[in-house]
């Protein structure tokens, strides 16, 4: 189920939590398909606000006719503004892929029946009887609580789904036939396979493993498109085990929908051997590669390893000691939070910091010279956000960053962190905090920026109290319950019998930003910075006497260059060397 904070209007994938035998203690709408990609009840919701309430109760009427025709047995409720929900309850789980069309086939006959909640398999929601309506009062069921029961112990057997699919075949046929002549979104790039980064699945494979939407004029059938997400897995240099993993914790329902037409015991062997399939795929196609390669590689098109020579910067002679310095300036940061309001800027500002600390530890200087677009995809900020907030930093009486150069062409500000002086003595007699300072990791793009402020100090020191957690943070106390409470929810902190928060290190950040669909909000910020940056040439080129020295759209910092293991991606590391 998912939990609404703001009276009912949204139902967020953070606030999302497992059934419990408890009513839980806000409006809650409960998720319509499972981590296996499958249903067990059809969801049918009539809005008034299409054409009205007359219509919505004439399209009710008319529906529950049409199940008495086939046999079906449905549970009904409506809600205070006039619209209503049918439920039809069935004994044998069915996929997603077969939800949607009859739901799309009905929606072809019904007008007011809203087919949006089946057309998506990570979102797709609903409020059952019982849950706060927004406007007021609650969903009401609309027969008596005995009946309703009775119909959910005895759901549809499968002969009644079979009676619902043949009578709504010619409607099946034609939504499908619609949906080939439809476009599919996201329209990304699918290169092959095998030209994926390790680890690094193209975003058209991670969008149909995530959400089992496909394009039928590229594949056929739901085998087809499952082969086609394993051969990509395997070609990007996952492992069996890795994908495994994704489809029972429900990171890929997509494709576990794509094996429910197996019984649940033979589901695993079929996905083993279609990866066995895919590997001997790989094998063949690399043998002929290998074999026929006769092109030579440019050194121009090799990477550029020279960490530490940033634009503008030159080259530390004491790593060591840079390194040291920025230890210090991380104390100092840590003493300047207390001052720095818990308002949503303030914890933005916070992350700006972040982000450059954690850029002067990438690059062992004190010095970064990078535009305001970087800083935004490494705190998920926007960039007129963040020219803000470095104003108001700088502008500081005794600030922790100093403006040595502003940027000229197409090379970005010059930074420097800067230890004030009424500072420096508490900074340097701290201990230095183990670990890497982070900037907004990409999961909690999606968690927010209090749950990022949790989730790392638990990082440094296990076994918290939730008292000291308010007073390390800076945050409120309310802030700091509903981080824990979000962060529990996906099971990454626990509490153990001294109601003491830790950390749950099996739980990979990684695929539950995946599971976010994280991705996709950094692509789109991403190409917009891209069009940006390609636009701001062309005046350059146009405008400036002088030739600057044009940097490629991703050159303007060079994060690649210090990528830290898969699970400790930020957002910045994500956004600079996404495949696909």
Avoid at 74 to 89: K, L, T
Avoid at 196 to 222: C, E, F, H, N
Avoid at 269 to 281: E, S, V, Y
Avoid at 373 to 383: F, P
Wanted: glycine share 6%.
């Amino acid at each position: 189920m998912r939990l609404s904070r703001d009276a009912g209007k949204t139902y967020p994938q953070k606030h999302e939590r497992n059934l419990t035998q408890a009513l839980p203690s806000l409006p809650a709408a409960v998720r319509i398909f499972g981590k296996d990609g499958t249903c067990a009840a059809i969801f049918l919701d009539f809005d008034s606000s299409v054409a009205g309430t007359d219509w919505v109760q004439a399209d009710v009427r008319a529906v529950q006719t049409w199940l008495h025709s086939v046999g079906a047995r449905w549970i009904e409720d409506y809600s205070p503004n006039g619209g209503r929900h049918v439920y039809v309850p069935l004994a044998q789980r069915i996929t997603f892929s077969e939800a949607r069309d009859l739901v799309e086939a009905l929606g072809s006959r019904y007008r007011t029946l809203d087919k949006t909640p089946h057309q998506n398999l990570l979102h797709g929601c609903m409020r059952t009887p019982g849950s706060p309506h927004k406007r007021g009062g609650h969903q009401e069921l609309a027969m008596s609580l005995s009946m309703a029961y009775d119909i959910a112990r005895r759901p549809n057997s499968s002969a009644v789904w079979s009676a619902m699919s043949k009578d709504l075949a010619a409607e099946i046929k034609a939504v499908r036939a619609l949906r080939q002549n439809e476009s599919l979104t996201p329209a990304t790039s699918d290169a092959l396979a095998v030209q994926q980064p390790v680890g690094r699945m193209s975003r058209l494979m991670q969008v149909l493993a995530q959400t089992g939407i496909y394009d039928t004029t590229k594949y056929a059938s739901d085998s087809e498109a499952r082969q086609a997400v394993i051969l990509s897995a395997a070609g990007a240099g996952l492992h069996l085990i890795d994908v495994e993993r994704r489809m029972l914790q429900g990171t890929w329902p997509g494709l576990a929908s794509f094996y429910v037409r197996y019984a649940a015991k033979h589901r695993l062997p079929a996905l083993r051997r279609d990866w066995q399939n895919a590997l001997k795929h790989l094998n063949k196609n690399k043998t002929r590669r290998d074999g026929n390669n006769n092109v030579r590689k440019s050194p121009t098109s090799q990477p550029n390893t020279q960490g530490l020579a940033l634009q503008g910067v030159t080259e530390i002679s004491n790593p060591d000691a840079e390194h040291r310095y920025i230890r210090t300036w991380r104390n100092a940061l840590r003493i300047r939070e207390v001052n720095y309001q818990q308002s949503k800027a303030g914890l933005a500002r916070r992350m700006v910091l972040r982000s450059l600390g954690e850029a002067a530890h990438m690059t062992g200087s004190r010095f970064a010279e990078f535009g305001v677009r970087s800083i935004a995809v490494a705190t998920g900020l926007d960039h007129t956000t963040v020219a803000m907030h470095l104003r108001e930093l700088r502008a500081e009486k005794d600030p922790l960053v100093t403006l040595v150069e502003e940027g000229r062409g197409t090379k970005g500000d010059l930074y420097m962190l800067t230890i004030p002086e009424e500072l420096k003595a508490a900074a340097e007699e701290m201990r230095w905090r183990k670990g890497k300072v982070h900037a907004l990791r990409p999961v909690f793009r999606e968690l927010g920026l209090p749950a990022a402020f949790v989730y790392e100090t638990l990082e440094h020191s296990p076994g918290m109290p939730t008292a000291e957690i308010v007073r390390i943070t800076r945050l409120s106390r309310s802030a700091v319950h509903e981080a824990l409470d979000v962060l529990a929810a996906w099971n990454l902190v626990v509490r153990n019998s001294c109601r003491a928060w830790s950390i749950v290190a099996e739980t990979s950040l990684r695929q539950l930003a995946e599971q976010f669909g994280v991705l996709e909000a950094v692509a789109s910020q991403l190409q917009r910075y891209r069009n940006d940056r390609i636009i701001w040439r062309e005046w350059l080129a146009k405008n400036v006497n002088t030739v600057p020295v044009l940097l490629s759209p991703d050159e303007d910092y060079p994060w690649e260059t210090f990528e830290g293991p898969p699970d400790e991606w930020s957002l910045s590391d994500l956004a600079f060397n996404r495949a696909g």
